[in-house]
């Protein structure tokens, strides 16, 4: 909408001068002309482009239309006497030359219209107290020295610069196209060079010692470190000094290289131009990160997309804006009230923007990429689309939509739920926020445990009626998570200090982090705590430790680095994305497991090795589903079919394997153990056993050994990673950073996790925990508090210190809720399920579809309510508007509200209706529409086709059908290898 919205309203100017870019009229010129007195001599001319073996053509043609002399070198001249110097000249003919009186207009209006026809779109002004008659034929003139001259133009053109410009279309204010797109990054706003803090990671060592990275040092013996030894010789440049004392012109000179040298520059220059090789990428990736365009400057457009205005902003400064920003301005932008499309689609910039405000996601910038939301982030996005469209009798189901949520602002997605609900709609969430739970109308319960302990219904039923199920004495607070009777201290000398930390919304602050603690990192949504933990902590210590997880956020210094040797980033992202992938593979319990095998008797009678066992060699997996354990059956127009392998039953190995047991057990059977059963099972095993304990101790022990790692809920994904940090260290400490890791859990999981994390800790390591949950920040040795606010007002350290601390503070939105969570909750009620009346604003939508002002086509600002879940027939004669009713109102409002409710990337590929000329329709649920007239028929339509049961005919044909030899009408069929020597020696 808002490229719309420029392509409409945007004010183009010059990429030269700056000068407000507007097709101008005659009247246009006539009101620049009132601004001079009244008396003024004015010469109207229009250009002409000049060719010297056109001239007497042109000079003739002119001569017809009645033009006869031009103005040149502030002279008025006779075509007839004048002779072209050039050969390749614009000249300026004379329209018309008067004095300007109010009583010319009429003259002045016609003059200027037939200069804008016979200039193609341009005329020039020549304005002056005293202007040169005419010359007498044959005459140069006397000096004419008119004292202004003003340039016009109709087209898109800077009358002063003469630069033509193209009409704007909406798809040059898209980065999605090519028309729109900067041409350098392609419309990602970054491109991709040498990163000189990975070349020099360290600039106080010296040349010699290696401060130059890729070339190394004096004990490496590398050409391109014997080069440059050489090249300081020559120039006298110090190699034994820090890198970072050397003279600006001398470093320099490294870098960029000069006409002797090729510096680090040139040598990477030509490394680019070995890029075929993989171990030249391979070693080009180790010192390159992405950087911001230095053509667009990061907003991602074509430098034409960037010269048109709106209020003074151009579109890369709006997608810039905080959500909150943007709806001030697009609140103070104001249209004419005769452009209703332009309203409309302000209207519709507005009604978003509010929703996303209303959802609590007002500290979001418009340009922030949508793979670095939040689960929880991404479906408030979504709900916008979803309120927006106003559906009705629709069932919306949602993922823990509270991820990323402050306990502050819950109130607000309960609203947002609750306006879905009073739709008459249905809202599904699966949710673990107590709160959100509370507000419910109804509550499904599932459990009693996980795995194959859970599965069962243990209550259904209305939220103020809840039992003493697990989450019921969770709810009641019959039992709850307790906090710590004693807390971690921190010691004088171990912290961990970011000096001046300014990325995105930080406001250059310091931060102290205490080491070898269990601290929390709270705040309001978008006060700053993934950029300070992710983008500076996370990314600036592994530079520092020389392992580059790209370009870090802004800040001058990390202090402490060297009391701890690595830092570790466990976060929302996905583990992997192949059912190949499983707990055993992930922990690298499966070799040992395999090794064993390989051991027995059996085995070693057939031959086997330990890659007989694993599904990923052709050695031992099945040849028919290449160890998948199913065969995809693609079925054209329908979903995919994934059907059990009939050679192996979908135990994805070969006969002969599976005919391998260790102690009763094959491959498969260990695979469909769970966690616990596998501890019990390899006890005397210590290498089988080990790597399986930590599943255990994070909550994971009914999880099957062979469950595909994709198949994995967001909850277990984090805890199987944690996992891999709960095994014996190498002593050296660490420093971990989680990313809100309570997500997908229930009470009872995160009791769990926080024994985890406190493990960790106790192993002389550091965690830092992003959490909104306070369950969590109850349990922290250590909070930090970011805010006091989102977005722009946010960034600041509120409070630090332990949790009684913030609790204490009278500022800290954290502190509020925490202060709760710390005192006992111990019996406290469930509240009464919220009334499912709908409000009496709403009483239309119950049971009807209220029209209201409908004026398209031939409707009378028609108003009415058609009853839903009734027969409801429209009649009337021909051309009463039954049709237009039905089809462009109802029809196209109920599938437009649809569609848009849809993912943008869906969108795109579906035709949207027009919105029909109606004031408001309430109470629509999403339509279909079965017509008379059926589009795009031929002669080969037929009933078949039209009602896809010939569609469906041939898929059966192609996956049931058996093929028979066309010579003896015996029925074919392929045969495996293993088939085919059964047979030879049968």
């Not at 020295?145 to 610069?161: D, G, I």
């Not at 400057?297 to 810039?320: D, N, S, W």
């Not at 106003?390 to 947002?416: A, K, Q, T």
Request: some cysteine; overall charge positive.
């Amino acid at each position: 909408y808002v490229k719309l919205l420029y392509a409409r309203l945007g004010q183009l100017h010059c990429g030269k001068c700056g000068t407000p870019v507007i097709p101008e009229t005659p009247g246009h010129v006539w009101k620049a002309l009132k601004d001079f007195p009244r008396g003024s001599q004015v010469i109207i001319t229009f250009p002409i482009s000049l060719r010297a073996a056109t001239y007497e053509q042109m000079r003739r043609e002119l001569g017809v239309m009645g033009f006869t002399r031009l103005f040149l070198a502030g002279q008025i001249r006779s075509l007839e006497a004048w002779e072209p110097e050039k050969k390749d000249e614009e000249l300026h003919i004379v329209a018309d030359r008067l004095v300007l009186r109010p009583s010319e207009r009429k003259r002045i209006m016609d003059s200027l219209e037939q200069a804008f026809h016979f200039g193609k779109g341009r005329l020039d002004l020549w304005i002056g107290p005293a202007i040169q008659r005419p010359a007498p034929r044959g005459d140069s003139g006397g000096a004419g020295r008119p004292a202004r001259h003003l340039a016009f133009s109709s087209r898109l053109e800077c009358a002063k610069c003469g630069v033509f410009y193209n009409a704007p279309l909406p798809s040059l204010f898209s980065f999605n196209s090519p028309v729109g797109a900067c041409e350098t990054c392609r419309g990602f706003g970054r491109t991709i060079d040498i990163d000189l803090d990975l070349i020099i990671p360290n600039p106080a060592l010296s040349l010699e010692e290696g401060a130059i990275r890729p070339f190394g040092g004096r004990d490496d013996y590398r050409m391109e470190f014997d080069d440059l030894m050489a090249f300081c010789r020559r120039k006298k440049i110090p190699t034994k000094a820090p890198f970072h004392r050397l003279k600006k012109s001398h470093q320099k000179a490294i870098i960029d290289g000069t006409s002797e040298y090729y510096g680090i520059r040139g040598l990477f220059e030509w490394l680019e131009t070995k890029t075929y090789k993989m171990h030249v990428r391979v070693y080009l990736s180790r010192y390159r990160s992405y950087v911001i365009c230095a053509e667009c400057g990061g907003t991602r457009f074509k430098e034409e997309a960037l010269l048109y205005h709106l209020e003074g902003l151009h579109i890369g400064q709006i997608y810039a804006m905080s959500v909150d920003g943007a709806t001030d301005f697009f609140k103070r932008l104001s249209i004419p009230s005769e452009d209703l499309a332009s309203q409309m689609i302000l209207d519709e910039v507005r009604s978003r923007l509010s929703y996303l405000r209303e959802v609590g996601l007002g500290y979001l910038t418009l340009d922030r990429q949508s793979r670095t939301l939040s689960g929880g982030e991404v479906q408030r996005v979504a709900l916008t689309s979803a309120l927006g469209s106003s559906l009705v009798n629709s069932l919306y189901i949602l993922d823990e939509p509270s991820i990323g949520l402050h306990p502050r602002d819950n109130h607000r997605l309960i609203r947002i739920l609750k306006g879905l609900r009073d739709l008459k709609n249905t809202i599904v969430v699966v949710e673990h926020d107590a709160e959100i739970i509370r507000q419910s109308d109804f509550m499904l319960d599932l459990g009693p445990g996980a795995g194959e302990q859970g599965g069962q219904v243990t209550y259904f039923g209305p939220t103020s009626g809840v039992n003493d199920s697990l989450t019921g004495q969770y709810l009641k607070g019959k039992k709850r998570i307790p906090v710590p009777r004693e807390r971690r201290r921190p010691k004088k000398s171990d912290w961990l200090t970011v000096k001046g930390a300014a990325e995105h919304n930080l406001k250059d602050i310091d931060v102290q982090i205490p080491l070898g603690l269990f601290v929390c990192l709270t705040g309001v949504s978008g006060s700053g705590k993934s950029t300070l933990a992710e983008e500076i902590l996370y990314k600036g210590l592994k530079r520092a430790k020389g392992d580059s997880q790209g370009r870090p956020g802004s800040y001058r210094a990390i202090e402490g680095l060297e009391q701890i040797d690595d830092a570790v980033l466990v976060d929302q992202r996905p583990i992997g994305r192949t059912p190949r992938a499983n707990p055993l593979t992930y922990t690298k319990a499966l070799d040992p497991i395999r090794r064993l095998l390989a051991s027995t008797d059996e085995a070693e009678a057939r031959g086997f090795g330990p890659g007989h066992f694993s599904f990923n060699v052709a050695e031992g997996r099945c040849e028919t589903c290449k160890g998948e354990g199913f065969e995809k059956v693609e079925m054209q127009f329908l979903s995919d079919v994934f059907i059990t392998c009939p050679s192996c039953g979908g135990k994805r190995f070969k006969k002969e394997v599976l005919e391998v047991a260790y102690e009763g057990k094959n491959i498969d059977e260990i695979l469909s153990m769970s966690v616990d059963q596998a501890i019990s099972f390899f006890e005397d095993q210590p290498k089988v056993k080990v790597p399986l304990a930590p599943l255990r101790d994070v909550g994971l022990g009914y999880m099957r050994l062979g469950q595909p790692i994709n198949t994995l809920s967001g909850g277990e994904a984090q805890r199987l990673k944690l996992s891999r940090y709960l095994k014996t260290g190498n002593g050296r400490p660490q420093f971990y950073i989680f990313d809100e890791p309570t997500t997908g859990l229930h009470f009872e999981d995160i009791e769990k996790l926080l024994a985890a994390l406190h493990r960790v800790v106790r192993g002389g390591n550091t965690v830092l925990v992003i959490e909104h949950n306070m369950d969590i920040v109850k349990a922290a040795d250590w909070v930090i508090d970011l805010g006091p606010e989102g977005g722009d007002r946010g960034g600041q350290v509120v409070v630090t210190g332990p949790p009684e601390k913030v609790a204490a503070h009278r500022g800290s939105h954290t502190g509020k809720f925490l202060k709760n969570y710390l005192s006992s909750r111990r019996g406290q009620k469930v509240p009464k399920a919220s009334s499912s009346i709908v409000s009496q604003t709403l009483s239309d939508i119950d049971s009807a579809i209220t029209i209201r002002g409908a004026k398209e086509h031939n409707l009378r600002n028609l108003t009415l309510s058609i009853p839903r879940q009734k027969l409801v027939v429209v009649t009337g004669v021909s051309g009463s508007g039954k049709s237009t009713l039905a089809y462009d109102i109802l029809f196209a409002e109920g599938q437009r509200r649809y569609l848009e409710s849809l993912a943008p990337y869906v969108r795109q590929y579906v035709k949207i209706l027009e919105r029909p000329d109606v004031d408001s329709v309430s109470g629509l649920p999403a339509t279909v529409a079965i017509q008379q007239r059926i589009s795009h028929t031929s002669r080969r339509s037929t009933v078949a086709t039209l009602t896809e049961i010939y569609h469906f005919l041939r898929l059966l044909y192609s996956k049931l059908g058996r093929q028979h030899c066309p010579g003896c009408n015996r029925p074919l069929r392929k045969q495996t290898k293993e088939e085919i020597v059964d047979q030879i020696r049968n």
